[in-house]
């Protein structure tokens, strides 16, 4: 029989926030580690968010991958940022993608090679 960890209150995991700081944690903003940021004094949550983020991932992922509710993620994620320890862009629109054309001249290009 496997022991599960205490359950921890929303509140308690951060720190009594109620709110992320700054601009606002979209489900599909796109975070990332930053390398080499310090590490010192993060708890295991804000550990686990991070290490979830050594690869890009949408906010919505890093909830699921964490075990975390999205508000209590949002709340840990602003604090990091603030620290600059993870980075946070919005995930590219369809009007920033490459035209098609330049897609298929890249892919002739490469078959040409």
């Known amino acids: 029989m496997s022991e599960e ?5 929303p509140y308690t995991l951060t720190r ?4 992320p700081t700054g601009p606002e944690f979209e489900l599909m903003t796109i975070i990332r580690a930053v390398p080499g940021a310090s590490l010192a004094g993060l708890t295991p949550e804000e550990l ?3 290490r ?10 890093v909830a699921s991958d964490v075990g ?3 508000n209590v993620v949002r709340i840990l994620l602003s604090g990091l940022r603030d620290r600059n320890i993870i980075t946070a862009r ?3 629109t369809v009007a920033q993608l490459p035209e098609e054309r330049i897609l298929r001249e ?4 490469l078959r040409a090679l």
């Open 5 to 9: 960890p205490p359950l921890l209150r």
């Open 48 to 50: 686990r968010i991070v």
């Open 68 to 70: 975390l509710s999205l």
């Open 90 to 92: 919005p995930q590219a």
């Open 106 to 109: 890249v892919i002739q290009g």
């Open 52 to 61: 979830a983020g050594t690869t890009p991932s949408s906010v919505a992922d």
């Open 16 to 19: 009594g926030r109620t709110r």
